[in-house]
């Protein structure tokens, strides 16, 4: 009997032992499945890395298709182009899409350096004045230069090619003019802001040549956007970009011109206002006056809706002040129950126009450096930058200061709201 209660009692242990093998062996096995499902999870997975300096940062957000926000500023503890911050912190999970803020070293303050590179955010910007771009060589016109007609409000191919490579040679970069306009001028240091415009619309400022297997513009390399997009790819560090003020034709081009403004503002580029007919706005009654700007803008309104500028660029230069009757109308025109305003108005000018930090600044009445020759006279391209050789605006690279002399000071606007720094 007292065998047989062993015997039991020993089976009951055996059993025991062999549930508590079972449990253990389901709880591993449990671990060890959860542990290869985060592992298999992990490998998917990308991590935040410590960002040393700008190349570091560049090369990390186009391998892991990151969105770069990047503000500069001057650091005594930090080299030129290191990291002083980052958005995202070391060993967080990031996705493509995902936006880094940085906040990049501009080295050390060193006023000495500012006033020897002549760094002046309170000098002049050229706002340069096209119209058309005629694809033929400038030996093959009958005027000075690269001047298509006599005024020479059209211009070669050939010559425009020369322009761009002139302004890029000599320091200057591309701002859209919204940008400018708005104080938001993001030139790497020591160069110099430059804004292209385009009156018109002329079928020649972007010629389509037929469409794609997709359904795509295929622009003609010898218009003006065709040679504009050639130097971004032979200058990467160019920010090519320009603003385009149409009439009620809009490019010319009918079965194109949708397909044309939506292009243009998808790849970097600015669509404004040069009324319905190309209207004498000096000449022209109020009522007109309305009708044609109110009607380009919807247009625009209809195609890329908030898309486009609310800047105007005076046809003829028109008026020729501010006191005009008819120029309250450009800033505000109502028509048909439609209302717009405009934010900022172009004349036909002349020379360089004011920095937007100067108190002189204006935007309602920007004048315009008309582009073309006339052998260094009557402010052709010679002429302009060679007077801007004394009063450029030279960046300091960073949109959040404004760096001029001590002597300049006294001209900054009142309604600045970045760093001032002088020296």
């Given amino acids: 009997m007292k065998k047989n209660k062993k015997k039991i009692r020993y089976d009951r ?132 230069g690269g001047n298509v007609d006599k005024d020479g409000y059209n211009r070669t191919a050939e010559a425009f090619r020369e322009d761009l490579e002139f302004y890029y040679q000599n320091g200057y970069r591309m701002v859209r003019l919204t940008d400018y306009i708005d104080g938001n001028i993001d030139v790497e240091y020591g160069k110099s802001p430059i804004i292209l415009t385009f009156d018109d619309g002329n079928e020649n400022n972007l010629k389509v040549k037929g469409l794609d297997e997709d359904g795509n513009i295929i622009i003609d390399e010898n218009s003006a956007v065709g040679i504009l ?101 450009v800033l505000k025109s109502t028509y048909n129950g439609a209302t717009y305003e405009t934010k900022a108005a172009l004349r036909v000018g002349w020379d360089a126009e004011y920095s937007p930090f100067d108190k002189d600044f204006d935007p309602t009445f920007l004048k315009r450096c008309r582009a073309y020759d006339n052998n260094g006279k009557d402010f052709d391209i010679e002429m302009v930058f060679k007077l801007l050789e004394t009063k450029r605006y030279i960046s300091d690279g960073n949109v959040s200061t404004i760096v001029t002399s001590e002597k300049n000071s006294s001209k900054i606007s009142d309604n600045v709201n970045k760093e001032v720094i002088t020296y």
């Fill in 13 to 144: 242990i055996v059993i025991v032992l062999i549930v508590l093998i079972l449990i253990i062996a389901l709880v591993f096995g449990g671990i060890k499945l959860l542990t290869n499902k985060d592992t298999t999870k992990n490998t998917n997975e990308i991590k935040m890395i410590h960002l040393r300096d700008l190349d570091e940062t560049n090369k990390f957000v186009s391998e892991n298709e990151l969105k770069l926000e990047i503000t500069y500023e001057y650091n005594d503890e930090k080299e030129k182009d290191k990291v002083i911050s980052q958005s995202i912190k070391v060993g967080d999970i990031i996705n493509k899409g995902d936006t880094l803020k940085v906040v990049v070293s501009l080295g050390k303050l060193d006023k000495e350096k500012l006033a020897s590179d002549n760094i002046n955010e309170l000098g002049t910007v050229p706002i340069m004045m096209y119209h058309g771009i005629v694809d033929m060589k400038s030996s093959e016109t009958e005027y000075t």
């Fill in 229 to 329: 997009e050639s130097f971004k790819e032979k200058y990467p560090d160019y920010n090519v970009t320009a603003t385009f003020f149409v009439n009620g034709g809009l490019f010319n081009q009918p079965e194109y011109n949708e397909k044309i403004l939506k292009w243009l503002v998808e790849n970097g580029y600015d669509v404004g206002n040069h009324t319905e007919n190309h209207l004498d706005i000096k000449k022209s009654t109020s009522e007109q006056v309305n009708k044609e700007i109110v009607s380009v803008y919807k247009q625009l309104d209809e195609i890329i809706p908030e898309k486009y500028v609310n800047i105007i660029a005076l046809p003829f230069g028109s008026p020729y002040n501010k006191e005009h009757e008819n120029f309250g109308y």
